[in-house]
């Protein structure tokens, strides 16, 4: 696939939304989900007409109705009724978005649409599959590098993704990719030491770490012949400041096992991704303003996803390259 250009973005998992309205925020903009007898909606979270978040009130009669004057607003936006207005309600209305829902989780995709939603490299029958919710103070660049970086995690991580000892690897890393994707391939690195890999890897082959618009930071583990692991993130700028994502952690079925397995994983992929948040923040708030990072020849996937976010074409497209680096 060389075009993965997409602009659905995941913003809530399909269980947190029930009969109450939910708010999600993208890219500084406010979006409220809800649900009526005709499916599923998205609108702008903000009344017209005082601009009080319309996700304060309920839903009635297939219609989001406002907390503050009770405009009512249906599925597709529009206006349906004022209270205490006797003329004929006049058209008004909120900006609707596209929405769709798929494998638990709620995507929307607000102003012009593109591709599909990303499900993962893992999903559907055969494949269990567990969701953690996290929120770290960062930006989406930073957040989706940290991911997708294989030199933090001897650092960051010892113990728990890398053994304790400083041995490493020689390891042959392919960067390639197209239209709103890039991805690194690392070849020849043994199974990793650390209690998650033991746990719940088998024999690992080779690692690929991708990125996709227009938030997704993924990781596949591959044994003999078949994709052990993976984590698919779904990332989201809320604000300025934040970065909330749904990291889905999935794996084959293997007549059950894979349950054990996942319930495993789950604390410890929550601990992982503490000390992700720990680091992060930390970095936020020691970056001064305006200050720019040294990159380097380690530092693969860094400039692709930069120019994936600007809606441009990254220079890894039209010359893919290699590197050894020891991990
Ligand atoms: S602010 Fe929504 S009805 Fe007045
Ligand atoms: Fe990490």
Redesign the pocket.
């Given at each position: 696939m060389t075009d993965r250009r997409s602009t659905w973005c995941a913003v809530a998992l399909s269980r947190k939304v029930g009969a109450k309205p939910h708010r999600v925020l993208l890219g500084g903009q406010p979006f409220v989900l809800f649900r009526s007898g005709d499916g599923l909606h998205c609108l702008t979270d903000r009344?017209p007409?005082?601009?009080?978040p319309l996700s304060l009130g309920r839903v009635i009669d297939g219609a989001i109705e406002?907390p503050?004057?009770?405009?009512r607003f249906d599925g597709g936006g529009h206006c349906r009724s004022m209270p205490g207005l006797l003329e004929q309600t006049p058209n008004i209305a909120v900006p609707a978005h596209a929405v769709r829902e798929q494998n638990g989780l709620i995507y929307i995709s607000p102003g012009r649409r593109r591709g599909e939603p990303y499900a993962g490299v893992l999903s559907g029958p055969g494949v269990v599959s567990r969701v953690v919710e996290n929120r770290v103070r960062s930006t989406l660049l930073d957040v989706a590098e940290n991911i997708l970086d294989a030199t933090h995690t001897h650092f960051t991580h010892g113990g728990l993704l890398r053994g304790l000892s400083s041995r490493r690897w020689k390891v042959r890393v392919s960067v390639t990719g197209g239209d709103g994707w890039v991805e690194a391939r690392y070849e020849g690195e043994p199974r990793q030491e650390g209690l998650i890999s033991r746990l719940l890897e088998g024999e690992r082959s080779i690692s690929v770490g991708r990125f996709i618009a227009p938030g997704i930071a993924e990781l596949e583990f591959w044994g003999r012949d078949r994709i052990n692991l993976s984590t698919t993130f779904h990332l989201r700028q809320e604000d300025d400041d934040h970065v909330r994502g749904f990291g889905v952690l999935a794996g084959p079925l293997q007549g059950g096992f894979g349950y054990i397995k996942a319930l495993l994983f789950r604390p410890l992929f929550t601990i992982a991704l503490r000390q992700d948040q720990r680091i992060l923040n930390a970095a936020r708030d020691n970056k001064p303003p305006g200050a720019l990072p040294v990159l380097n020849r380690l530092d693969v996937l860094r400039s692709g996803i930069e120019a994936i976010l600007r809606g441009e074409r990254p220079p890894v497209a039209d010359a893919p390259f290699e590197i050894t680096m020891e991990l």
């Open positions: 009344c007409h005082r601009f009080a406002c503050y004057h009770g405009w």
